[in-house]
């Protein structure tokens, strides 16, 4: 395996990109452990452990997992990327909608850099609606319950501009660092992002477990998080190829075409979006609650507390999957058009074999499209409710949560993983013709 890295610093080119992206990854971290300027360090980190093993511990650890520990500690980049993933996807089904976007999502690279000009606009516009958000339940003792005092002077409305301030600059500048790793280094900005947040958390939730459940428990994990790990990553590699013959055809004095290639579809087409579409839908009422009727007993904020917000509960696991079902039918049918594809093949001379091209065409990827998305989506929901699962199945409440195998932690850290591994393989044998993995 060591052998396999040395060429990647031998390449000048790929060296730089693997530094750029991690000094860019060392100065998240570092952001993402700076106090915002008028919180209560010292306080704040005695509350966290607290937050996250109550009864609502399953949200304050999803709103805590894509910042990497950030965002309960009210730090610099406690916002971190999530504004910018929230604005893209409000962006992409957008051109679903509105004519405009779907234009100039055709128009090219001119096109598209509007696009993404639209989509920081938004970013920023998220960003300071949920530093906002955040500052003002932090101020009224709603985001760590009975951990008054993290915010100095929090009647002061100078001070708590002062961290809106800071937190929406500070997502701003994630954003930045994002797009420097997709331009000049290598693999996806945003998730390698966030990929360097989750993992960041891993230590800590495994030391945790060792001490609180003992050494047994915890082979016990490991074990399970490798079974997974195996399971996920032979799933994410699975996929349709289509086999696609290309006519011959002349062009001035030479034969073009004749070749034959595959049109590859994934089974997980989705990737992890539907979970966080459903992760995000289903803690909306628990902050609701949090904003609108923190402490009321009333009926409907006990029913919420008792069947949405807890992840052991039989309506959460229910709807929590059927809730990834549905998004990944959605995602996909707005992210891969068969009509654009079997055009795209017929304009330069491809057919699938007994299939006749146009119409046709794009009936039958529609088909293959709706067959292999089904097992996509169980064995998206299948992992990402396997956390609840545990808690149904054994009752020990809302600690297990918390484990280091999450279903969304786990398809981040692979998916991402395999993603850049891919593109280090390719640049190594653009230029050494001898791949990363022999």
């Known amino acids: 395996m060591l052998s396999a890295l040395?060429?990647?610093?031998?390449?000048?080119?790929?060296?730089?990109?693997?530094?750029?992206v991690l000094g860019i990854l060392v100065l998240y971290r570092l952001g993402a452990t700076l106090p915002a300027p008028g919180v209560n360090f010292g306080t704040i980190t005695k509350c966290v452990d607290k937050a996250t093993s109550g009864d609502s511990g399953q949200v304050y650890s999803l709103i805590n997992m894509f910042s990497g520990g950030a965002l309960l500690q009210l730090s610099v980049f406690a916002i971190g990327i999530m504004p910018y993933i929230t604005a893209s996807i409000i962006i992409q089904l957008l051109m679903v909608v509105i004519p405009r976007f779907e234009t100039l999502r055709k128009e090219g690279?001119?096109?598209?850099?509007?696009?993404t000009q639209y989509t920081r606009y938004l970013t920023v516009a998220l960003a300071l609606l949920q530093a906002t958000a955040i500052v003002a339940m932090a101020s009224r003792g709603n985001l760590l319950p009975d951990c008054p005092g993290?915010?100095?002077?929090?009647?002061?409305?100078?001070?708590?501009?002062?961290?809106?301030?800071?937190?929406?600059?500070?997502a701003i500048l994630v954003m930045w660092f994002g797009e420097l790793i997709t331009e000049r280094g290598i693999g996806n900005g945003m998730s390698l992002l966030i990929f360097a947040g989750i993992a960041s958390r891993l230590p800590s939730d495994g030391q945790k477990i060792l001490q609180s459940q003992g050494g047994l428990a915890f082979g016990l994990v490991c074990f399970a998080v490798f079974v997974i790990l195996v399971a996920v990553v032979f799933v994410e590699q699975g996929q349709r190829r289509i086999p696609v013959q290309y006519a011959k055809r002349?062009?001035?004095?030479k034969m073009y075409g004749?070749?034959?290639?595959?049109?590859?579809?994934?089974?997980?087409?989705?990737?992890?979006?539907?979970?966080?579409?459903?992760?995000?839908?289903?803690?909306?009422?628990?902050?609701?609650?949090?904003?609108?009727?923190?402490?009321?007993?009333?009926g409907w904020v006990q029913w919420i507390q008792s069947n949405l917000v807890?992840?052991?509960?039989?309506?959460?696991?229910?709807?929590?999957?059927?809730?990834?079902i549905f998004f990944t039918y959605f995602y996909v049918a707005i992210t891969f058009n068969p009509e654009e594809r079997a055009d795209e093949m017929k304009k330069f001379g491809g057919f699938i074999p007994g299939?006749?091209?146009?119409?046709?065409?794009?009936?039958?990827?529609?088909?293959?499209?709706?067959?292999?998305?089904?097992?996509?989506?169980?064995?998206?929901?299948?992992?990402?409710?396997?956390?609840n699962l545990f808690i149904e199945l054994t009752g020990s409440g809302s600690n297990?949560?918390?484990?280091?195998?999450?279903?969304?932690m786990v398809l981040i850290i692979v998916v991402v993983a395999l993603d850049t591994t891919k593109q280090v393989e390719s640049q190594l044998m653009q230029r050494n013709y001898e791949g990363f993995l022999k």
């Open 400 to 408: 297990m949560s918390n484990l280091p195998f999450g279903g969304t």
């Open 109 to 115: 690279q001119a096109g598209q850099a509007k696009i």
């Open 258 to 298: 004749g070749s034959s290639t595959y049109l590859p579809l994934k089974v997980n087409t989705a990737g992890v979006i539907p979970v966080i579409f459903a992760s995000s839908l289903l803690y909306l009422p628990q902050l609701v609650i949090q904003l609108v009727a923190s402490g009321s007993t009333a």
């Open 310 to 324: 807890n992840p052991g509960s039989t309506w959460h696991i229910v709807i929590y999957f059927a809730l990834i």
């Open 250 to 253: 002349m062009v001035g004095r």
């Open 150 to 170: 993290i915010i100095d002077k929090s009647d002061n409305i100078f001070t708590l501009i002062v961290i809106v301030v800071t937190m929406t600059a500070g």
């Open 6 to 20: 040395v060429p990647i610093f031998r390449t000048p080119d790929l060296r730089r990109k693997i530094l750029i």
């Open 355 to 387: 299939i006749r091209p146009g119409k046709p065409t794009a009936d039958y990827l529609n088909y293959v499209l709706q067959r292999i998305t089904l097992p996509g989506s169980l064995y998206l929901g299948i992992i990402a409710i396997l956390p």
